[in-house]
């Protein structure tokens, strides 16, 4: 157990610059697309893509390697004046989990918005390249920042980044959908922001251990945590807070869907789980946290339910994503503050095994569902026949997730999901237990629906386009990723709680 | 004296705030809101945050407001698409909004008596820096890492609005005609108002690292007097493809990343200035983020790029 104090950025630490980089980096990239006007566009996307990758790897293996955070105090100014960047665990390994799944979908975005050779900038590839350098840039900012506003810089710059993709195809469907998503997200910054001026009233800092130092559950702090917590929720899109996502995710591009569905909704999710455990650990009360796991499972059943009824497949997905996030709430309740350490580390290990292989998992869906798309023409979900012909990867893709979707040994989202149980069951609260069986029914019922319709027989006068084996793969190798996380110990992750306070 | 000031100052905002909100007319409820938000520059005037009182009255009152009438511009006498609400929705709005602002109004008592701020180590710290305004030294020195990002988050609101445009409108020209025909006050305005509000620009960039003001200030002024010209139609928005516009965009971010990069070499950490080099670094910065923010602001105004022919 380590003190709170632990928390606190005090010296720039060795491979500490390779936080800066990985939120920098990207900014610098996006400024070359804009100012060079689409010249080389995807030359640029992916030399900073593939740079993001390899800074999130040396951050996790020094992570590793020192069993310690990395820190790095930026412009040498400490708290609570300046700002700090800090990476533990499972910051670093959210930043590999996101640099790859970035990499997969501009792999998969390749041809989709190449720059035409030779004429003039073009709209989409401008802005899908753009949002997603950007996307990157303010996931890293929200898997390391120790500073509240700062932290709502990244949160507004995910935003805004986010719902350009979703506006990407045009269209008054789209543009309502995407208007939407602004509405919910702008509504989530304020109650945040005014949350976070609160705190800053009550404790003259915004440094994140610098609150946790001084916390008192008063009258100021209860309401500022309340505020913080719904504007998260709403970014998160946990039930009820849910009804913007499952449009703004299906009227992307599959390559946007799957960074949207996959990595976006954990950024607030992620500083969720960071304020939660980190800053206000111990304001956790048992009756707020099992409301908010009360949210997860209702968005466990309604998700799934809702899910079950879609005619389009990529509404379908979308809900799925909608289901997969309630999971991640019953941690709140299954790791309280004062009981066995043993159970409270089976469930933090579980959620964050779900946020992984649920964006793994995701990812390769989503990809899977464009390429079907693709084939088709369509994506109703009733004349979905002939496809395992025409994609066969794609459907395996699908199967693959769907496999770590519901649950099913081996993949990850059995191991997350089991953990979860184990948890819920030694804490007593079976009624999460149930939850977590029942979505995994429900899941399968989706799932299976879906591949049923995929292995039929075409439709009559069904016009089947061919598509590459190039992106069939990339589905397929996400997907892959989530089932073989499968074959991890089911046991508690160590990795996870470097740098930790509990 | 000033206590009555006070009182009357707030008595006003609520009037004013009440008539945006219960006014039927839509033209009427933009213009109420406008003035409202220039009363509440006052009224930060009046709490000495000079600084948020400049903001609100260029962008809560000014920008903001001027969407607002491109938009209530843009559905007039459409009765198809727009959506009369009912007295009582309005009454509702009224209601909410009272309820929120008793909401805020009673936090600000839960707050412990004695506010707890950085003010005091902020002006300890400020002179090592060489600015004078405590504001610039939390923008640009102690928290410039925000400011950085802020810019960022400014291009992808650029990126926003440009994402509206058709396919084949992409590289054209921003669709901002408000007056199609000449309107003489007007093109007056555009055709003398510019050089003053130039100079002023540039005053208030160069005055905000020891007084209030800065670039933020100084580019929206700037993208004021663009706006105006453009509107006044005297000069037509450049198309959006434009490589000297496009570097105009990411001019700021580009030097503000540059100088945070110079950091590492110099003293050795992201954006930390040298002994003695900050505030011409700072300066710097301010004046190519004055020509961002006035290019972006103006340009966010203008809207997407739009044909010749589309409605």
């Known amino acids: ?502 | 004296m000033e206590t009555g000031f006070d009182i009357a100052l707030a008595l006003l905002l609520l009037c004013v705030g009440g008539w945006s909100v219960i006014a039927r007319n839509m033209m009427t409820a933009v213009i109420v809101f406008i003035a409202y938000g220039l009363l509440l520059s006052l009224a930060w005037v009046r709490l000495h945050a000079i600084d948020v009182s400049l903001t609100e009255a260029a962008i809560g009152s000014g920008a903001t407001g001027l969407l607002m009438v491109i938009a209530a511009h843009k559905v007039a006498g459409d009765t198809k698409r727009v959506v009369q609400l009912s007295r009582g929705f309005h009454v509702l709005a009224a209601v909410f909004a009272a309820l929120v602002a008793v909401g805020i109004a009673a936090l600000a008592f839960v707050l412990p008596g004695e506010p707890s701020s950085l003010a005091a180590p902020v002006l300890e710290r400020l002179p090592d820096s060489g600015l004078g305004n405590p504001v610039a030294g939390v923008l640009f020195v102690f928290r410039s890492f925000d400011t950085l990002l802020e810019k960022v988050v400014l291009l992808l609101a650029l990126i926003g609005v440009w994402a509206l445009a058709r396919d084949a409108d992409w590289g054209g020209v921003p669709g901002l005609r408000l007056f199609r025909e000449r309107h003489s006050v007007l093109t007056l305005l555009a055709r003398t108002l510019p050089p003053i509000g130039f100079v002023f620009a540039i005053y208030m960039t160069w005055a905000g690292a020891d007084v209030p003001g800065g670039a933020f200030q100084g580019g929206t002024v700037l993208a004021a007097m663009w706006i105006l010209v453009m509107v006044a139609g005297v000069r037509r928005p450049p198309r959006i493809s434009s490589p000297p516009l496009r570097l105009a965009i990411v001019a700021g971010p580009v030097v503000f990343l540059a100088i945070g990069f110079l950091g590492f070499l110099a003293p050795g950490a992201f954006l930390a200035y040298p002994e003695g080099f900050a505030k011409p670094l700072i300066v710097a910065m301010e004046t190519a983020l004055t020509l961002s923010i006035a290019v972006i602001l103006g340009l966010l105004i203008a809207g997407p790029p739009k044909g010749e022919d589309a409605p």
């Open chain 1, 1 to 502: 157990m380590m003190p709170l104090q632990a928390l606190a950025v005090t010296e720039t630490t060795p491979g500490g610059s390779l936080l800066v980089l990985g939120i920098v980096m990207p900014a610098v990239a996006l400024v070359a697309l804009i100012g060079l006007g689409g010249r080389g566009a995807r030359a640029i996307v992916i030399a900073a893509l593939l740079f993001q990758l390899y800074v999130a790897v040396r951050v996790a293996l020094l992570v590793a390697g020192t069993q310690s955070p990395l820190a790095y105090v930026v412009g040498g100014f400490h708290p609570p004046l300046g700002i700090t960047l800090r990476a533990d665990g499972i910051s670093a390994l959210m930043m590999v989990v996101s640099a790859a799944i970035f990499l997969a979908a501009a792999g998969f975005a390749w041809k989709d918005f190449a720059q035409p050779g030779g004429k003039p900038e073009a709209r989409a590839p401008l802005i899908f390249w753009s949002a997603m350098l950007a996307m990157a840039s303010a996931l890293n900012l929200l898997f390391t920042s120790s500073d509240l506003f700062n932290l709502y810089v990244g949160i507004e710059l995910l935003t805004f980044a986010a719902i350009p993709v979703t506006a990407i195809k045009g269209g008054a469907d789209t543009l309502r959908a995407a208007l939407r998503y602004l509405l919910f997200a702008v509504f989530g910054s304020m109650l945040y922001l005014f949350g976070i001026v609160l705190l800053y009233g009550a404790y003259g800092t915004l440094d994140i251990s610098g609150i946790a130092a001084q916390l008192q559950p008063n009258a100021a702090t209860l309401a500022a945590a309340g505020f913080v917590t719904v504007g998260l929720l709403a970014k998160t899109a946990l039930f009820p807070f849910h009804l913007w996502l499952p449009p703004a995710h299906a009227g992307a591009p599959a390559a946007g869907s799957a960074v949207l569905s996959a990595l976006v909704v954990k950024g607030s999710l992620f500083l969720l789980m960071r304020l939660w455990f980190d800053t206000f650990p111990t304001l956790r009360e048992p009756a707020d946290m099992q409301l908010l796991a009360l949210s997860g499972a209702l968005a466990v059943i309604v998700g799934s339910v809702t899910a079950l009824r879609q005619q389009r497949l990529k509404l379908l997905v979308a809900y799925s994503t909608v289901a997969q996030i309630g999971y991640m709430f019953f941690v709140f309740s299954l790791a309280p503050k004062g009981t066995g350490e043993a159970i409270a580390a089976t469930a933090w290990t579980g959620a964050w095994l779900q946020v992984v292989a649920h964006a793994f998992a995701k990812a390769g869906m989503f990809l899977a569902a464009g390429l079907a798309a693709e084939v088709l023409g369509h994506d109703r979900i009733r004349d979905l026949g002939g496809l395992s012909r025409r994609a066969p990867l794609a459907v395996l893709a699908f199967a693959l997730s769907g496999l770590s979707l519901m649950g099913l040994p081996p993949s990850g989202g059995f191991n997350a999901k089991f953990m979860l149980l184990v948890a819920a069951l030694a804490g007593g609260q079976w009624v999460w237990g149930a939850v977590i069986i029942a979505g995994g029914v429900l899941a399968g019922a989706y799932v299976f629906g879906v591949l049923a319709r995929m292995m039929a027989e075409p439709a009559a006068g069904a016009s089947l386009q061919a598509v590459g084996r190039g992106r069939q793969w990339i589905a397929l190798g996400l997907s892959a990723v989530a089932v073989l996380m499968g074959l991890l110990p089911l046991e508690p992750v160590a990795f996870l709680a470097i740098g930790r306070a509990l």
